[in-house]
Each structure stands twice: as structure tokens, then as C-alpha cells.
DNA sequence: ATAAGTTAAACAAACGTTTAATTTAAACAA
DNA sequence: TTGTTTAAATTAAACGTTTGTTTAACTTAT
């Protein structure tokens, strides 16, 4: 995939109004009025506008499983290494949101002609690699058996998402006023109570 | 606020257009003809198709606190009461996840003229019954004090979106083939890993 | 000179809402 | 039970906008 300056524009000018507003919420006139180009750029480059949002799937998605690979290769302590996977996913979850939220709300749309095939593919790569390493510290017995392995992204992605979905409710309810803080309570108070969370779902013995 | 029939027949038909094709995805058209009445009859009975969607909220989210409040009231002990809890929000937001799909993505576009204050005020005190109840099993010594409360909602809540929005993708993973499995799944194995989530991550010490 | 980039204008289709006319149902008096 | 009155319910048609996409002309760069 090799995209012109001016695509890339396009694309994150219409990843920023799908999050916004949504997909149906946004005109192809909004996105090229914002992105400063003519509405036919829009035609021109992608085809169409749901061959623009896959395009932007592809465009973010990308290189997580190298970064998976890497934290979980260097062999750290389970604990440390679980805590290092929540931390990156949790990153990588927030710096491409808008994306994500795109993707969950679009998935499930019965009714939209638009190929998830990439998508899926590579999610079932990162959680059948997730899966393994919990398995691993299952062997070692530092993690305990009783556990629905599957649902344990679940809760990860799940928690995060209800954050930033929520994000006007807690920064009410948690007097977040500006952007820096709402960016540093993600990364220290929101992904360390995600990484208790699951470290002690992973430890805890009835 | 009263409704006749028909009105009720209008709401649920846009609850389920709505939280599958999305607000903007749906048309007036399409609800007025999936429910068998005149597209004027939208405008007639709600004004507009906003102040539909703004019915359909407190038509859907009504008596929660009521239910939580018996749950809390049995005084059973604290781990147990926890495991109520859980179910009794899971059952409700499973029965309401059309409604609530629809919160989630409407709630965080900027653009839209929808009045969620009776939705946040009613959150808002659902949340404080909870965080009363833990502080109070803290207080007993039975659940740690090193959490944090207001993300613990967002776990349970998070949890159980995060499954529904990527529905198909768990079907496929857990080859739940038809809606009865994914009715069984959902108030047996997802109910029972976040209730073990919670518990979890209240009592565990590191 | 050739191809890629860019533009304004036009296209038919769909959108939410309003209008004005008609049908239905309920209330009332004879 | 009857005919009459009144308001609510329902309808088809029309309103002005906006939608995604295409066209054909024009500009820029190679």
C-alpha cells in the first residue's frame, strides 16, 4: 500500500469525522471541505467512500502483531511480561481510537457492503498469540486454570472502549478538564487498574 | 409518560433499525415501512426523529435503580451480593443492549442534538448505589481498599459490550452457531468470567 | 505531448418534515 | 338505535435539502 501525502490527508481527515460523527454522519462534502480538496478527490483516489474506510482500516491496523511478538520475546517475568501486553495494547488502543471505534460500531452493521476479511484475520493472530503465552504461564503455574482465556481481551478492549465512549461522563465524574490529563489518566490510572484487573483474574484463587 | 400501541410498535422497530444500521443509517422511511405505518405518523406522534430516539431512552432505561436496590437490600454476604450485582447488570443491559448500543454511539457525537441528562443523571446514581456498597464491603474487610471503583463499572460494562459489538467474531471463535447458544453463553460463561473478574480484582492481594 | 491532478457543474436518488385531504372512532342528543 | 358533531388518526403528495458519484473541461507536472 503506497498513499500520496494527499491521501493520507483525506484518510485522516475522515477518520477523525467517521469518529465523530459516524460513517452515515458523515458526507464525502464534509470530509473534502475539512480535508481543503475538491469532493471528486474522493472518487478519484479510493472509488468510493466505503473503499476510503477500508483503505483506513489497512492504514492503522497494521504492525501490531510485530510489537506483540516483541514485548512477549524478551522473556521477562509472566507478571512483568502480562502487564507489559495490557500497557501495549492499551497504547496502541488509544493512539488509533478512532479507527476502532469506526470498526465496532461498522462490524455491526448487517446492513454495509464493507470487507472486515483483514481485520478479522489479524485480530485472531494477536489473540491466538495471547492466548498462548497465557497457556505458557498456565504450564509454569504462575497463572491459574480457571479462566475463560477468550474473554480476557474481552474485558481488556472492552474496558477501554467504555472509557473513551463514556470519555464526557468521567471527565465530569473524575474532574478530567483538559486533554493532557484526560491522556495521563489513560495511561497511569486506566491501564493500571486494567492491568490489576487482569492480573489478579489470572491469581486469584476462591 | 403514556404510549399507545402504536407508538410502542414505532419505538421498538426504530430500536432495532437504529442499533443495527445506526441514527443516521436509518431513515424515517425505512422505520414507517418495517412498522407497517404512514411515514407522517414518525412526526405526528414523536415531532421529530430525534425526540423519538429521546422516547425510546426513557422508555428502555427506566426502574434499574429499583431492581438494584432489592438485589442490595437482601443482605446476603458481600462476595455474594457482588455476584448479584454483576448478573442483575448483565441481564438488564443484555435485555436493553439495543438501547444502550445506540447510547454508546450516539453519546459520543458531538454533532447531535439529543438530550442525555435524564441517561446521565440515572447513571450517575446507579453508580453511587455501587460505589456505597463496595465501600462498605471495604469497610467490612472484605474487599480490598487499592481499587478503583469508577473504573469498576467500566470493566463490567465494557466486558459485555466489547462481546456483543464483536458478536460475530465470538460466534465464530466459539462456534455458538444459532441465538439460543449465544443466549446461554452470554448468562452463563460471560456473566460467571466477570463476575470472577470482579471479585478478582476485590479481594486480590498482590 | 502525455498523463495525472483538479475543478465546477450536473445527476438521480434519498432524506426529514409539512401539508391538506380523508377516514376512523368516540361522544352526544334525539 | 339513529344521525350528527368533534377530535384523533391516517394517508398520499409535495417541500426544499442533501446525499454519493459522474462528467467534461481545465490545469499542472513530467
Not at 64 to 71: K, Y
Not at 162 to 170: A, G
Amino acid at each position: 500500500m503506497d498513499l500520496n501525502e494527499k491521501q493520507i490527508q483525506i484518510l485522516e481527515t475522515a477518520e477523525k469525522l467517521f469518529a465523530e460523527n459516524g460513517f452515515d454522519g458523515t458526507s464525502v462534502r464534509h470530509i473534502s471541505k475539512e480535508a481543503g480538496i475538491n469532493v471528486a478527490m474522493v472518487s478519484y483516489y479510493f472509488g468510493s467512500k466505503e473503499k476510503l474506510l477500508e483503505t483506513l482500516f489497512v492504514y492503522r491496523m497494521s504492525d501490531f502483531r510485530m510489537e506483540l511478538d516483541s514485548v512477549i520475546s524478551k522473556n521477562k517475568p509472566y507478571l512483568e511480561t502480562l502487564d507489559d501486553i495490557v500497557a501495549l495494547i492499551i497504547r496502541r488502543l488509544h493512539r488509533n481510537r478512532r479507527t476502532h471505534k469506526i470498526i465496532n460500531f461498522e462490524f455491526s452493521n448487517e446492513n454495509r457492503q464493507i470487507d472486515f476479511n483483514s481485520y478479522l484475520e489479524q485480530k485472531k493472530e494477536n489473540l491466538s498469540v495471547i492466548e498462548a503465552f497465557v497457556k505458557s504461564g498456565q504450564k509454569a503455574g504462575v497463572f491459574i486454570k480457571n479462566v475463560n482465556i477468550k474473554l480476557l481481551t474481552a474485558t481488556i478492549l472492552g474496558t477501554y472502549f467504555h472509557f473513551y465512549y463514556n470519555k464526557k461522563y468521567y471527565q465530569m465524574s473524575l474532574k478530567l478538564d483538559d486533554n493532557p490529563s484526560i491522556e495521563t489518566y489513560v495511561h497511569n490510572d486506566l491501564t493500571l487498574h486494567i492491568q490489576n484487573t487482569i492480573k489478579a483474574l489470572l491469581t486469584y484463587e476462591k
